[in-house]
């Protein structure tokens, strides 16, 4: 025969899990703000590269922009 839960042991599980639930969605909300951090500094230097270039090549903006596809 099944043993039977109390429902004192089943509220504290949840409770349990719920802290658990909260934990990793901080976690999460932390890690996905590092990521959007890391992306815009990465776009970032790739936009400098890219105006270094430009300024490096003696090509006027309208060269740039038919070799680019504007």
């Known amino acids: 025969m099944a043993r ?3 429902i004192a042991s089943i509220e ?3 409770q349990k899990t719920e802290a658990e639930l909260s934990a990793l969605s901080k976690k999460y909300d932390e890690t996905a703000e590092r990521l959007k951090n890391l992306q815009k500094q990465k776009q ?5 590269q890219i105006i270094e270039a430009y300024r490096k ?6 060269e740039v922009m038919i070799f ?3």
Do not use: A, P, V, W
Not at 44 to 48: G, I, L
Not at 57 to 62: F, I, P, T, V
């Open 57 to 62: 090549s003696n090509k006027s903006l309208d």
């Open 4 to 6: 039977t839960r109390s």
């Open 68 to 70: 680019l596809g504007e």
């Open 12 to 14: 504290s599980e949840i």
């Open 44 to 48: 970032d230097y790739e936009n400098r």
